[in-house]
């Protein structure tokens, strides 16, 4: 549980960007309030883990702190030193990875190297249109 909570507070913190309240404050308390729900989900899974006796306090301390730098370290090689570094030897690994005939016959996508935000925004606008064009049809009505 380390492991994925560190790994989702760093995409969450360092690439992914909410959809905005039109408040500055109001957008950092949310912020902030997702990071600490990640953290407290984290420290209950750890504590049920103590609670049902399935590990003692040392197993539980350790299998967190190893979980918590992996899932770190794993996000800084594949996502934040891609991103920033493209010619660095994770940024070519990255690069050979997503152009591999595999990766392209499966159309597997880095939608977070090219989009600020994964291109959710472009695709939610695609499927918005096509939405009221089949709905329109099926009122009978024309759109524009």
């Known amino acids: ?15 992914h960007r909410f959809a905005s309240s ?18 407290a989900w984290c420290a209950i ?7 049902l006796l399935y590990h003692t306090p040392h197993q539980v301390k350790w299998g967190l702190g190893i ?7 794993y996000y800084a090689c594949t996502e934040l030193l891609p991103a ?7 940024g070519r690994i990255r690069f050979a990875i997503v152009n591999h005939p595999i ?24 499927w918005r249109t096509e939405w009221l064009k089949q709905h329109a049809r099926l009122a009978g009505k024309k759109t524009t």
């Not at 979980?67 to 370290?73: A, E, H, K, Q």
């Not at 920033?84 to 994770?90: E, Q, V």
Request: glycine share 12%; charged share 20%; hydrophobic share 50%.
């Open 103 to 126: 990766s392209v016959w499966l159309q597997l996508r880095d939608g977070w190297g090219v989009w600020a935000d994964g291109g959710r925004e472009a695709e939610w606008k695609r």
């Open 67 to 73: 979980g918590v730098v992996l899932g770190v370290s």
């Open 22 to 39: 039109g408040s500055i404050v109001l957008d950092q308390l949310f912020r902030i309030a997702v990071h600490l729900g990640l953290a």
């Open 84 to 90: 920033k570094l493209p010619d660095s030897m994770f």
């Open 45 to 51: 899974v750890a504590y049920s883990r103590l609670a």
């Open 1 to 15: 549980m380390g492991y994925f909570s560190a790994f989702l507070i760093c995409h969450l913190y360092f690439r």
